[in-house]
């Protein structure tokens, strides 16, 4: 079983990203072979700055390294060290409705978030089909969010084997993750940079402290009555971080009363900086030896790129591309 994972290089990472992608994505690596690329085509389309895309995205393998991705369990590259996933894209294209990609929900948001319209906004989804396809994956872990993209991932590749033949490619299949939908904002709507809602992976102990004592939003209940726990934000979060039995007992301390929520606060931030200890630890060793990204994803790339020429040339000779 082959898996396929892409993440684009935005930013800093959060716990939304951490839970939606990168844990499933490394407890995958226990369960066959897996793909992971760094978006920085993808993110061409959002990114104006070069040196921002840059950093960006050696910041992005260095924070999915010190996650836990492992290198000699799965192919770890940037996908724009493997040129080929366009050529593909552009085969792709040619069989690709206009249709199939007005109806496409990310550019209708991102263009109403203000993104500028261009081809590449507007054809991602057939990169993204690219992605996938062309390292033959069985499946993708995708949000649902994206699970749309996947459907026409899948409604090219049926469409490229009527075309030039019944094997040319697989139809992956989608692992949707319901994790995404659970992991709210500091304020309680979907964690989100574009919100500027959310709590990072790594930082500083007292900058992040402070974000969780001044940022969590919370209801005027006094300190000595009982807390209201649906809907509680505080709740939400330490979840994600906590043991069951901890996470029972703050539930039972809400209904108590007689705690207050600086308390649940400083409880939440102790078991997140806990939570993402040993991750910390490995990720200053990597800063510490910067030649380790370069191996890691110079590997990677030889064999993803090994393996998308092998494809490549395949569907060349299917289309008809060859002259010999």
């Not at 749309?148 to 030039?164: C, I, P, S, Y």
């Not at 969590?216 to 505080?234: C, F, N, Q, R």
């Given at each position: 079983?082959?898996?396929?994972?892409?993440?684009?290089?935005?930013g800093?990472?959060?716990?939304?990203?951490?839970?939606?992608?990168?844990?499933?994505?490394?407890?995958?690596?226990?369960?066959?072979?897996?793909?992971?690329?760094?978006?920085n085509?993808h993110?061409?389309?959002t990114?104006?700055s070069a040196?921002?895309?840059?950093d960006n995205?050696?910041?992005?393998?260095?924070d999915?390294?010190a996650c836990?991705?492992?290198?000699?369990?799965?192919?770890f590259f940037?996908?724009?060290a493997?040129?080929?996933v366009?050529?593909l894209a552009?085969?792709?294209?040619t069989?690709?409705?206009?249709?199939?990609?007005e109806r496409?929900?990310?550019?209708?948001?991102?263009?109403a978030?203000?993104?500028a319209?261009?081809h590449?906004?507007?054809?991602?989804?057939v990169l993204m089909?690219?992605?996938?396809?062309?390292?033959?994956?069985?499946?993708?872990?995708?949000?649902?969010?994206q699970?749309?993209?996947?459907?026409v991932?899948?409604?090219?590749?049926?469409?490229?084997?009527?075309?030039f033949?019944?094997d040319?490619?697989?139809?992956?299949?989608?692992?949707i993750?319901?994790?995404t939908?659970?992991?709210?904002?500091?304020?309680?709507?979907?964690?989100?940079k574009?919100?500027?809602?959310t709590l990072?992976?790594?930082?500083?102990e007292?900058?992040i402290?402070k974000?969780i004592?001044?940022?969590?939003?919370t209801?005027?209940?006094?300190?000595?009555?009982p807390?209201?726990?649906?809907?509680?934000?505080?709740?939400?979060?330490?979840?994600?971080?906590?043991?069951?039995e901890?996470?029972?007992?703050?539930?039972?301390?809400?209904?108590?009363g007689?705690?207050?929520?600086g308390?649940f606060?400083?409880?939440?931030?102790?078991?997140y900086?806990?939570y993402?200890?040993?991750?910390?630890?490995?990720?200053?060793?990597?800063?510490?030896?910067?030649?380790?990204?370069?191996?890691?994803?110079?590997?990677?790339?030889?064999?993803?790129?090994?393996?998308a020429?092998?494809t490549?040339?395949?569907?060349?000779?299917?289309?008809?591309?060859?002259?010999?």
């Amino acid at each position: 079983m082959r898996f396929l994972t892409g993440l684009q290089p935005s930013g800093q990472l959060h716990i939304g990203n951490y839970f939606g992608a990168i844990k499933p994505a490394v407890e995958l690596q226990e369960k066959g072979e897996g793909f992971y690329f760094i978006a920085n085509y993808h993110a061409m389309t959002t990114m104006e700055s070069a040196q921002a895309l840059h950093d960006n995205t050696r910041a992005l393998a260095v924070d999915f390294l010190a996650c836990g991705l492992d290198p000699e369990k799965s192919v770890f590259f940037a996908q724009s060290a493997v040129p080929e996933v366009n050529e593909l894209a552009w085969i792709l294209s040619t069989v690709c409705p206009m249709g199939l990609l007005e109806r496409c929900h990310s550019y209708k948001e991102k263009m109403a978030r203000g993104f500028a319209a261009s081809h590449a906004l507007f054809a991602y989804p057939v990169l993204m089909a690219a992605d996938i396809l062309l390292y033959n994956s069985d499946a993708v872990p995708v949000g649902k969010d994206q699970k749309q993209h996947l459907e026409v991932t899948r409604d090219l590749a049926g469409k490229m084997n009527d075309a030039f033949g019944a094997d040319l490619f697989k139809l992956p299949e989608p692992i949707i993750s319901e994790v995404t939908a659970v992991v709210p904002g500091l304020d309680g709507q979907k964690m989100s940079k574009s919100y500027g809602n959310t709590l990072p992976i790594f930082g500083e102990e007292k900058a992040i402290r402070k974000l969780i004592n001044k940022k969590v939003v919370t209801d005027a209940t006094p300190l000595e009555d009982p807390k209201p726990t649906e809907g509680s934000i505080i709740l939400a979060l330490y979840k994600l971080f906590a043991t069951p039995e901890q996470y029972q007992a703050m539930v039972d301390a809400h209904h108590a009363g007689g705690v207050g929520y600086g308390q649940f606060k400083k409880d939440l931030f102790e078991a997140y900086w806990e939570y993402f200890r040993t991750a910390r630890e490995r990720r200053e060793w990597i800063l510490a030896h910067p030649e380790y990204v370069d191996d890691v994803l110079n590997r990677g790339a030889e064999k993803a790129r090994e393996e998308a020429q092998t494809t490549l040339a395949r569907i060349r000779k299917a289309v008809g591309l060859g002259w010999q």
